[in-house]
T-cell receptor, first 108, second 114 residues
Framework: KNEVEQSPQNLTAQEGEFITINCSYSVGISALHWLQQHPGGGIVSLFMLSSGKKKHGRLIATINIQEKHSSLHITASHPRDSAVYICAVKVGAQKLVFGQGTRLTINP | SQTIHQWPATLVQPVGSPLSLECTVEGTSNPNLYWYRQAAGRGLQLLFYSVGIGQISSEVPQNLSASRPQDRQFILSSKKLLLSDSGFYLC?????????????FGQGTRLTVV
């Protein structure tokens, strides 16, 4: 079993829908990252969380440390949100462990 | 501000040829540095991480090696590439202070071994 599990692996939705991507982890962490990877491969860091909730524009990320679970929400989704979204956890001071990613496709 | 440079962006190499991918970081000192590989259709896998000059930890046995000759330089190498080395390679850095620190990624190198 992977230390970081994401669901769903693939998600297709219509423009305007509310999107939720989930991440569960089984190890102790110091922080959790949500990343966005576009088709060219480059990765952008969206959020870094150690507790609670963060919001940036139409993106919201939450984390529940006790349940070892985080969610990434996208409100009013748009085709330009289509990308792979990756959850990564920081284990100790050095290591990042990645989930497999969720491929999101937003159709116009 | 901190930036990370990784090159080349794409590379096509024949089987058995050597490899050298370079990553440099600006605007910070003593970063933790990482090399990751993403095989087609799969998640990112940690290959190496380094907490200081000359200090390299390997996560998986493989055909690759890493070196950190300077504080902000991280190099991924191979003496003889295999077909299975094809993939997308990402360099990343984070601050070594432990809790609640950001991670920053290079643009990646897409390596095709033919």
């Amino acid at each position: 079993k992977n230390e970081v599990e994401q669901s769903p692996q693939n998600l297709t939705a219509q423009e305007g829908e509310f999107i939720t991507i989930n991440c569960s982890y089984s190890v102790g962490i110091s922080a959790l990252h949500w990343l966005q990877q576009h088709p060219g491969g480059g990765i952008v860091s969206l959020f870094m969380l150690s507790s609670g909730k963060k919001k940036h524009g139409r993106l919201i990320a939450t984390i529940n440390i006790q349940e070892k679970h985080s969610s990434l929400h996208i409100t009013a989704s748009h085709p330009r949100d289509s990308a792979v979204y990756i959850c990564a956890v920081k284990v100790g001071a050095q290591k990042l462990v990645f989930g497999q990613g969720t491929r999101l496709t937003i159709n116009p | 501000s901190q930036t990370i440079h990784q090159w080349p962006a794409t590379l096509v190499q024949p089987v058995g040829s050597p490899l050298s991918l370079e990553c440099t970081v600006e605007g910070t000192s003593n970063p933790n540095l990482y090399w990751y590989r993403q095989a087609a259709g799969r998640g990112l896998q940690l290959l190496f991480y380094s907490v200081g000059i000359g200090q390299i930890s390997s996560e998986v046995p493989q055909n690759l090696s890493a070196s950190r000759p300077q504080d902000r330089q991280f190099i991924l190498s191979s003496k003889k590439l295999l077909l299975s080395d094809s993939g997308f390679y990402l360099c990343a850095w984070s601050t070594p202070t432990g809790y609640g620190t950001e991670a920053f990624f290079g643009q990646g190198t897409r390596l095709t071994v033919v």
